[in-house]
């Protein structure tokens, strides 16, 4: 039985073949040296075998040493599963001692977090390769204007990274051409071996080939991301048209070769051209006709007595036979069990929908049931907070997931509305502490604030919204909780949203609107009078004139959650999301490497934000891990001011007079004391309802580490009972056990 709530953070897996508790183990990690864990490892857990296990962690985790003893696999009694687990981790050891109040009791209680994973790598079985076209045309046909998505642009570590429209053009323009121009050097290498030329000849035009395509790529890049992968699929697909056309006049004249090719490629390039390049349809008809015009020529260029035009076509499906599935073998893994997932998950179409609802589904309710699960003893509630955390395709799942759970919980979150309008401040009667908290997020969610007093006001909100009950006037109200007090991205694709989620900038924007997406501050009410007065929320009638309450709105869950994402500047699957969901997303840019294809393949960061790194990455991995300890893990000491039920009016009146202090706000970096009031709200206890409840203090509960004197001289002014925590007490044995 845990005297303090507790921190649960929900880890969520990207694509691939992910085993259970593979992501959970290997994020927390070991707390230890990991040559040293799996030295005193039983056998089984040792070097071959730890690395498949996830057991023995071959990196980091978010663990340090110095909590390696406290780290405890529990059963996730929450999960429905046999192989469902846990991690306790309790980090009092690193919880300073409330100074002063020597009064008060001294309690060594635990911090505990839980981290739990959520596994849905099983849902999508049955992907097969049918399901890819339609996640590549996606792509290919996406929107790009009014698009910054790629290399020297929102990738960049420095506003140096960018390029002009004109050198944009430019870049499309060179890609598009050198594409093209592989699939002509294809043709002549095919036909050049289908008549067994000189092998320097058939080396020469493959590398000349190779050249091109990389170059176009490399070019591309300058370009974005979107025209990146539209380059790369137009010159395989370009050297495949080459390939057969080379195959099909083989025999013929070299003039032949070169008409033939050239028709080929302009087909693709029409094609290309009216699915991916917005081409008018005057050119893309003029495309056709040339090559038309150029197929006859190329056919009448030919000399009958070589040979029939079509003669070398079953060596060269002969050898397509043998290529094929060597091909397919090799990337078909990857692109089934790794692609095929975000494929479908980022699809639309009938046959993905009920694997992805489900999904979606699933992280809802763990969501729901962690949020309401209560100690068996004391009913009060077991977590009061919840740190998201998703990676790759994971973070994506995270969002959707959030987004719904939001909307289950958001109607059961009642606020006061005083109609007072948002110009006139804080200072009107009819304004309750409990609006007034709400109000100070919309004045700043409509100046576009973000950071310093708006983030502490968001932290105010968050409090506010987890607290089981309130005071208004003297009466001990029960709300509605909100716990998701932290969204953590990494390697978040939503950077490509534009492409990914909508089929382009414009559509985009109006997903945002109409809150399809959720933006970090919120979206703000349309409707004059609501934007004045209530400007997150929507108005509930109440059936009593004059007595309307309100509701945050839809897509609000921003207002009192932080979005922090973290991305490798080489990664090209994550980047920044502040331009796109809104200044309240605090990116946090890992690296200082460009956004090339070259970097991601070589230096590949986009498996190193925890657990093993390479040379290139470790540094970044760090402070990856330095960032999500601080949002994982609660450092604060905390003071309980309580009484029973005779003394209920004096903490009533310590609450009232509280909030009335005049105490200088503390932000997240700094330390202070968290003071927390237990208060009776019931007699005795029943199924489901405590006899003493956390109390929301109508204004922040952490103060700085001078004022604890001032709030314990309050505290003893009305007779109430105060215990602090501390590291370690010398009658250790009515310290909490951390392994529960």
Wanted: hydrophobic share 45%; net charge negative; proline share 5%.
């Amino acid at each position: 039985m845990a005297m303090l709530p507790r921190t649960a953070v929900i880890v969520v897996h990207g694509i691939g073949e992910q085993e259970p508790l593979d992501t959970l183990l290997s994020f927390v990690g070991r707390g230890s040296d990991p040559a040293v864990a799996r030295t005193a490892a039983p056998e089984p857990l040792r070097e071959d075998m730890a690395p498949v296990a996830g057991i023995i962690d071959s990196g980091d985790g978010v663990v340090d040493a110095t909590a390696g003893d406290r780290r405890f696999v529990l059963p996730d009694r929450l999960a429905g599963t046999s192989f469902g687990r846990i991690v306790s981790v309790d980090m009092r050891h690193r919880i300073r001692t409330v100074p002063g109040v020597d009064d008060a009791e001294a309690r060594s209680w635990s911090r505990t977090t839980h981290f739990y994973e959520y596994y849905w790598a099983y849902r999508f079985r049955d992907t097969a390769w049918r399901h890819l076209p339609s996640f590549v045309r996606k792509l290919v046909e996406a929107d790009r204007s009014g698009l910054e998505d790629g290399f020297m642009k929102a990738y960049g570590p420095s506003p140096d990274h960018a390029v002009s429209a004109g050198a944009d053009r430019l870049a499309r323009i060179a890609a598009i051409v050198l594409a093209l121009a592989t699939g002509v050097v294809t043709a002549l290498v095919a036909a050049a071996a289908v008549q067994a030329g000189h092998p320097l000849l058939l080396g020469g035009g493959g590398l000349l080939a190779a050249l091109f395509a990389v170059l176009a790529v490399t070019i591309s890049q300058f370009a974005g991301v979107l025209t990146t992968i539209r380059t790369l699929l137009l010159a395989g697909l370009s050297a495949a048209v080459g390939y057969v056309v080379g195959a099909v006049f083989a025999a013929q004249t070299w003039p032949s070769i070169l008409t033939g090719a050239a028709a080929g490629v302009l087909v693709v390039a029409a094609v290309a051209g009216a699915v991916a390049w917005r081409m008018r349809l005057a050119v893309t008809l003029s495309l056709v006709v040339l090559a038309v015009v150029l197929a006859i020529v190329a056919t009448n260029l030919g000399d009958p007595e070589r040979g029939e035009m079509w003669g070398a076509l079953a060596g060269a499906q002969t050898f397509l036979g043998a290529v094929i599935p060597v091909v397919t073998l090799a990337v078909g893994g990857f692109a089934l069990s790794g692609l095929g997932d975000a494929a479908r998950y980022l699809s639309s179409k009938p046959d993905n929908i009920s694997e992805r609802e489900s999904i979606r589904a699933g992280l809802v309710e763990r969501l729901r049931q962690i949020a309401e699960d209560r100690d068996e003893v004391t009913q009060r509630y077991r977590y009061d907070r919840i740190v998201l955390v998703g990676h790759s395709l994971g973070t994506v799942i995270a969002c959707d997931a959030l987004h719904a759970y939001w909307n289950t919980v958001a109607p059961e979150v009642e606020i006061p509305l005083s109609r007072v309008p948002l110009a006139d401040g804080d200072d009107a009667d009819a304004v309750t502490r409990y609006e007034r908290a709400v109000r100070r997020v919309e004045r700043h969610a409509l100046a576009g604030e973000v950071g310093g007093e708006a983030e502490l006001d968001r932290a105010a909100l968050s409090e506010a919204l987890r607290a089981p009950h309130r005071l208004e006037g003297e009466e001990v109200v029960a709300s509605g909780r909100w716990i998701v007090t932290d969204l953590v991205t990494l390697a978040c694709p939503l950077t490509h949203a534009e492409i990914l989620v909508t089929s382009g900038a414009d559509a985009f924007a109006e997903a945002k609107q109409d809150r399809f997406l959720s933006t970090a501050p919120p979206q703000a009410q349309r409707t004059a009078s609501a934007h004045d007065s209530h400007a997150l929320r929507y108005k509930v009638w109440t059936g009593v004139r004059g007595e309307d309450t309100s509701r945050l709105h839809q897509s609000a869950q921003f207002a009192s959650t932080t979005w922090t994402n973290m991305f490798f500047t080489h990664d090209l699957v994550g980047g920044e999301l502040a331009s796109r969901f809104g200044a309240g997303v605090r990116d946090v840019p890992v690296g200082a490497r460009p956004a090339t294809l070259g970097q991601f393949i070589a230096a590949y960061p986009h498996s190193s934000y925890w657990g093993a790194a390479s040379r290139k990455n470790v540094a970044g991995r760090d402070r990856v891990l330095a960032e999500v300890k601080e949002r994982c893990f609660a450092h604060d000491p905390v003071l309980v001011v309580f009484g029973e039920e005779p003394e209920r009016d004096g903490l009533v009146a310590f609450v009232q007079e509280l909030g009335e202090l005049d105490l200088a706000p503390v932000s997240a970096d700094n330390p202070a004391v968290e003071v927390r009031v237990l208060m009776p709200v019931a007699t005795d206890i029943s199924p489901g309802e405590p006899r003493q409840d956390w109390l929301w203090l109508g204004r922040p509960a952490r103060v700085r580490r001078e004022d604890v004197a001032q709030v314990a001289e309050l505290a003893r002014a009305h007779g109430l009972e105060m215990r602090k925590g501390v590291a370690s007490v010398a009658d250790d044995t009515d310290a909490e056990d951390a392994s529960e």
